[in-house]
């Protein structure tokens, strides 16, 4: 299908996490500006969470039709995970040949931006200089080789430096950029025979916050025994007690700066790399004793944020997951889940891509049915939602090389779309999309946790829904003959009454037809059984074959069959019907170039349904026509079951 605008394909983790979120406000921002549609391909966490899991998750980048894409971006250090970004990056040098920038961790053969990270940490560290007059001060960086971990350690260095400081190895400290290490380096500095410094500045918010409380534990007050500092400037800092003094992470301006790029690569124009202004923000943790909390909150012109008990999500009233488990129709829940779009906020449209017998209904684990692995050929666009209205239609469907329909809509803005997917485990549904329109913003992590109720309400309909399923099945088989697929046994005695009843009620005639093979012993003693069942489902067929929607057909013993009416007007149609059957098997008998033949002797019961005292009388006046027309046929043929071409 035709774009109408060029298209510049994400490859991202965790696209609601703070710094995701801020390189994509900058990419959307630069990529709206410059008339490009972007496509994000996301899974909701840079973590593994189980095997399984992991791998349903990752499905959601076989989604891609690199053939659709103008450009590729990549963040690889959001999905380094088992090294998974080895293999995404392998899978893109094989099938796309268009502009590629890999952003934070130096990628071989493609564009490499990065984030400027070692302008920040120096300021941090001359204001600690500058400002608070202090001379020894420790550093703890990230993970040992990591890039961002190498580039922050740069900025300390050369602030020291240029403040002609002397560089002391023993006050540097490696950690996870994480919470699991603070412990660590502090115990180290208080056992060493040295003076604690007067400031440990650390490579992350999370980092600082446990260094704080590994000195808060020790009775070590903050910042007036020591200063920490932290840097990325996240909400767990800013509402820290005392409040970090950090640095704001300049990745929007990396998100610009990538745009950029890719543009200049994709057009040929000349690229001028943008630096940005770095921006501490003063907290309480260094000593200034600035509220930056009651700032930040002025800022933002509100007290409220997604996690309060205003959210709609966490409310104690949500029962989105309750109310979308107890559906166990297809139709209604989703018709279910499209009301329960509010949840999300503003948005411009939602979309869900259901994968074709996506609930691999009748199936088991060992089913080709059971989907891991991509996506189906046919993909169905089963929600089409927007703030006002939704459609639910499950007769929508589109080619899965499109991805997405919508993007090739003739729109009067570009839009960005979050493709995220959709999963139980490694059990592969589809994947849902939502769109923000032109506006520069991400998915929030209320989407996040409302997708994961979609995907487990999913498999719990899957499961109703196959539970369901093998409970007819169940019935079926107890009423079904298993070999020639007609009603048995069981199935004649329970709906050949209820018709009988039927046609009383109704004031209707009562016909019964009953057939017995003439000669099965012979062909399974003689030719066997596989034979046997040969000639039994060939008067099946013919039986079948006669039957009008309004008739049943039922197997009632190894060689006997009846066929059940209360539509027959006149004996003549019973007539018809037996020359019918004796036609189809003629047929047989001449095409099938067999031994044998395969015959079946006819008797009947017809009368006004009140007439008939119970299903066994309408048998036993079969019965004994059918009786008359096998001696019949036993003397016509002389017991020589090979020269018999004809039915009674």
């Known amino acids: 299908m035709r774009k109408f605008r060029k298209l510049i394909g994400i490859i991202i983790a965790q696209a609601d996490s703070p710094n995701q979120s801020k390189f994509l406000e900058g990419v959307f921002k630069q990529a709206f500006k410059l008339n490009y549609d972007t496509a994000v391909f996301s899974i909701f966490s840079t973590h593994k969470l189980s095997d399984e899991w992991h791998k349903g998750e990752l499905n959601i980048f076989s989604l891609i039709n690199y053939n659709a894409l103008d450009g590729l971006i990549i963040l690889p250090d959001t999905l380094t995970t088992d090294n998974f970004h080895l293999d995404i990056i392998g899978e893109i040098k094989k099938k796309f040949r268009k502009p590629v920038i890999a952003v934070d961790l130096e990628t071989e053969g493609f564009e490499n931006i990065h984030t400027d990270d070692i302008q920040s940490i120096k300021q941090i560290v001359s204001h600690l200089i500058e400002k608070h007059k202090m001379t020894d001060i420790a550093f703890m960086t990230g993970t040992k080789g990591h890039p961002h971990a190498t580039n922050r350690l740069t900025g300390y260095y050369e602030a020291l430096i240029?403040?002609?400081?002397t560089i002391d190895q023993s006050r540097v400290f490696y950690g996870d950029f994480w919470y699991n290490e603070g412990e660590n380096v502090v115990r180290s500095l208080v056992e060493s025979d040295r003076p604690l410094p007067q400031a440990i500045v650390c490579a992350s918010d999370p980092m600082a916050i446990s260094v704080c409380e590994a000195l808060k534990s020790r009775g070590i007050r903050i910042p007036e025994d020591i200063a920490v500092t932290g840097y990325d400037s996240i909400d767990a800092g800013v509402n820290y007690v005392p409040s970090i003094t950090s640095a704001n992470l300049p990745i929007e301006n990396t998100g610009v700066r990538t745009i950029n790029k890719l543009h200049s690569l994709i057009t040929g124009t000349e690229y001028t790399d943008i630096k940005c202004d770095t921006e501490i923000v003063i907290a309480k943790?260094?000593?200034?004793?600035?509220?930056?909390?009651?700032?930040?909150?002025?800022?933002?012109?509100?007290?409220r944020d997604d996690g309060d008990l205003f959210n709609a999500f966490d409310s104690t009233y949500n029962f989105m997951l309750e109310a979308l488990i107890s559906k166990k129709d297809y139709c209604e829940y989703m018709t279910t889940l499209c009301w329960y779009g509010y949840l999300l906020g503003e948005y411009e449209n939602y979309y869900l891509c259901m994968c074709e017998n996506w609930d691999n209904l009748g199936g088991n684990e060992m089913s080709q049915d059971y989907l891991k692995k991509g996506y189906t050929k046919r993909m169905n666009l089963l929600i089409q939602k927007n703030q006002e209205t939704a459609f639910v239609e499950p007769g929508i469907h589109f080619d899965v090389s499109e991805m997405l329909p919508a993007i090739y809509e003739r729109r009067a803005k570009p839009a960005a779309f979050f493709f995220t997917p959709i999963h139980f485990n490694d059990r592969c549904f589809g994947y849902s999309?939502?769109?923000?329109?032109?506006?520069?913003?991400?998915?929030s992590h209320i989407y996040r946790k409302w997708t994961r109720y979609v995907c487990a309400s999913l498999e719990s309909l899957r499961r109703q829904r196959n539970l369901q399923y093998m409970y007819t099945k169940m019935e079926?088989?107890?009423?079904?003959?298993l070999l020639t697929g007609i009603y048995n046994r069981n199935g004649f005695n329970l709906y050949a009454g209820q018709m009988l009843n039927e046609a009383k009620e109704n004031n209707q005639n009562f016909t019964l037809i009953l057939g017995d093979m003439n000669n099965l012993k012979y062909i399974n003693d003689t030719f066997g059984h596989i034979e046997g069942d040969f000639a039994i489902k060939s008067v099946a067929d013919a039986f079948t074959n006669v039957c009008s929607p309004d008739m049943m057909c039922f197997r009632i013993g190894g060689d006997e069959y009846v066929i059940a009416c209360r539509t027959i007007l006149s004996e003549k149609e019973i007539t018809e019907i037996r020359d019918s059957v004796r036609s189809y098997l003629k047929n047989i008998d001449d095409t099938a170039d067999k031994p044998y033949s395969v015959s079946v002797s006819l008797?009947?019961?017809?009368?006004?349904?009140?007439?008939?005292e119970s299903i066994d009388y309408a048998v036993s006046v079969a019965d004994e026509k059918m009786f008359a027309a096998k001696e019949k046929f036993k003397r016509d043929e002389g017991f020589n079951y090979k020269r018999s071409r004809s039915s009674n």
């Open 433 to 443: 999309v939502i769109s923000f329109g032109d506006k520069p913003v991400s998915y």
């Open 162 to 165: 240029e403040h002609n400081l």
């Open 476 to 481: 079926e088989n107890a009423v079904t003959d």
């Open 285 to 303: 943790s260094c000593g200034c004793s600035v509220n930056v909390a009651e700032k930040i909150r002025d800022e933002r012109a509100s007290w």
């Open 603 to 612: 008797g009947w019961y017809f009368d006004k349904a009140v007439n008939c």
